[in-house]
């Protein structure tokens, strides 16, 4: 299996805080993802990248910035925090013919 | 707009059924994949289509492809217990694009 490691698995944190989430891959693989989890709308795109330095926003990519300074590393940053970011996050690694996810990470905003 | 659409949402049955769950849209894939998650971990890659008719099979599970490549389908033979689980449909919408995701079927398999 993919070496892909999320942290941290759990947290949770107030409204208006910055919050930085971390993917960590081992499989040196260009392509990396991160999705949101919510009942009722399924798996979403929030941002994506393809190599260092190199990011796309997805689907629902407002409140969210990424960074990438190294291929093995993905940062989701919450600027501040709302109840609406409340979320199991999910990274990904891979191409159009298969994805590799991580664990998740279950984010709650009080 | 869901893209792509997967039915039923939830499905409870006894070990040993039959069951096959669906995947549609009405847009053309390139290919489609199946992954099935289970309570708090990610989803976990099954199968790829690519072929427009494709039939593949994965022990107790049949995967097909429309003849379009607008829709699969996903049957399970002699379901078990251990085959309870959200199954998720997705597809790239073009050539390479980050993959879009159903809302998944949820399984329930009583023993």
């Known amino acids: 299996d993919a070496g892909i490691t999320q942290s941290p698995r759990h947290k949770v944190t107030e409204t208006g805080t910055p919050v930085t989430l971390r993917c960590h891959q081992t499989?040196?693989?260009?392509?990396m993802y991160w999705y949101r989890q919510d009942p009722g709308h399924g798996l979403r795109l929030i941002h994506y990248?393809?190599?260092?330095?190199?990011?796309d926003k997805g689907e629902v990519s407002d409140g969210y910035s990424v960074s990438r300074s190294k291929t093995e590393d993905f940062l989701l940053t919450l600027e501040s925090a709302t109840s609406s970011q409340t979320s199991v996050y999910f990274c990904a690694i891979g191409r159009e013919h298969g994805y590799t996810f991580g664990s998740g990470t279950r984010l709650t905003v009080v | 707009t869901q893209l792509l659409e997967q039915s039923p949402q939830f499905l409870s049955i006894q070990e040993g059924e039959n069951l096959t769950v669906y995947c549609n849209s009405s847009?053309?894939?390139?290919?489609l994949q199946w992954y099935r998650q289970e309570p708090g971990e990610g989803p976990v890659l099954l199968v790829t289509?690519?072929?427009?008719?494709e039939v593949k099979k994965l022990k107790r599970l049949t995967f097909q492809f429309g003849d379009a490549r607008k829709d699969s389908s996903l049957h399970i033979t002699a379901a078990q217990p251990g085959d309870t689980g959200l199954y998720l449909c997705?597809?790239?919408?073009?050539?390479?694009?980050?993959?879009?995701f159903g809302k998944g079927t949820r399984l329930s398999v009583i023993a």
């Open positions: 847009s053309v894939f390139s290919s």
């Open positions: 997705a597809g790239p919408v073009s050539g390479n694009t980050p993959l879009v």
């Open positions: 499989e040196n693989h260009r392509y």
């Open positions: 289509v690519v072929t427009g008719g």
């Open positions: 990248s393809y190599g260092v330095k190199d990011t």
